[in-house]
């Protein structure tokens, strides 16, 4: 990545789109620091998906930092940044949950996830993805089909994230997401693998939460809402990385589906074949 004054003139390589994660992360952190020290939190948007004015302040914060790069930039909820260029794009939340940020709870992440082919994509498409928690500074990236993870408050290097070990549904940890006022639809498809699991517990920033499978913080997350959205899923190529296996509600994997930004995707993710192939055989049991 060169840079001339403000302004990024080039990416070249995972590298580079490393650093630009970084720097990006870093200004939006700091617009949102400054948001919030001068404003009093107001009530929230009623839809789920609706723009809060921190995003449209992120938006502008990217739109300045990336003015002239050559990629094209979806970013959730706003127009593209160099609608003009087909490919490559840069597909970018910058903040997964800005709900939780105006909270102040949780770990709202920057997102980030790139692919370099022109047309339809695919989730198998997606090369490179680059994730920080705002509130905590962890980073999450991939670098030559590897998994790395950078702990703040370790302060140290960035490690290595081996492929994820079978762990035994009943010794499980489970995401499970019940907000929004959907509760009911949750319980009703994932009530067999919140009874079987060890611990359930709902951070609910999609983000964050595909990341910390990947290190092995829990073991499976099921979304079953009909609410997240492509943005939501950027982390792919870090779970692929470590050997987690995402799929539909049916068991499908999503590796080969379309990635479209605006679509709904209802998912599972797993840490391993063998935990998915076990809650799948649960699942699929007649209801009693």
């Keep these: 990545m060169r840079i001339k004054g403000n302004k990024i003139l080039y990416i070249k390589s995972e590298r580079d789109l490393i ?3 970084r720097k990006l992360a870093k200004e939006i952190r700091k617009v949102l620091i400054r948001e919030m ?12 998906k609706a723009t809060h ?16 790069l050559p990629i094209r930039i979806v970013i959730e909820g706003s127009k593209p940044i160099n609608s003009e260029v087909t490919a490559p794009t840069l597909f970018i939340d910058p ?23 022109e047309g339809e994509i695919s989730f198998n498409d997606l090369s490179f993805c680059f994730i920080e928690g705002l509130r905590s500074g962890d980073q999450y990236y991939t670098l030559n ?22 762990v035994a549904l009943e010794n499980s940890l489970a995401y499970i997401k019940p907000g929004y006022s959907q509760a009911a639809k949750v319980i009703d498809f994932a009530e067999p693998l ?15 939460d595909l990341c910390e499978l990947a290190r092995g913080a829990c073991d499976f997350i099921i979304e079953a809402r009909d609410l997240s959205d492509f943005h939501n899923l950027m982390a792919f190529p870090m779970l692929k990385a470590t050997g987690c296996i995402i ?42």
């Design 194 to 208: 919140m009874i079987a699991c060890k611990d359930i517990r709902a951070i609910d920033n999609s983000a964050t």
């Design 53 to 68: 004015k921190i995003d449209e302040l992120a938006y502008k914060t990217i739109s300045k930092e990336t003015e002239g």
């Design 19 to 21: 650093k630009l994660g």
């Design 145 to 166: 089909g590897k998994a790395l993870y950078k702990s703040k408050l370790l302060n140290q290097k960035a490690i290595k994230l081996p492929k994820r070990r079978t």
């Design 37 to 48: 020290k001068s404003v009093v939190r107001t009530e929230e948007p009623r839809e789920v």
């Design 95 to 117: 903040i997964d949950g800005s709900r939780n940020w105006e909270r102040q709870i949780g770990d709202p992440a920057f997102a980030m996830a790139f692919c370099a082919k």
């Design 247 to 288: 799929t539909d509600l049916n068991g499908n994997d999503l590796g080969d589906n379309k990635a479209i930004p605006d679509k709904i995707y209802d998912f599972m993710a797993f840490s391993s074949p063998e935990l998915r192939d076990e809650a799948l055989l649960l699942l699929k049991q007649p209801k009693s």
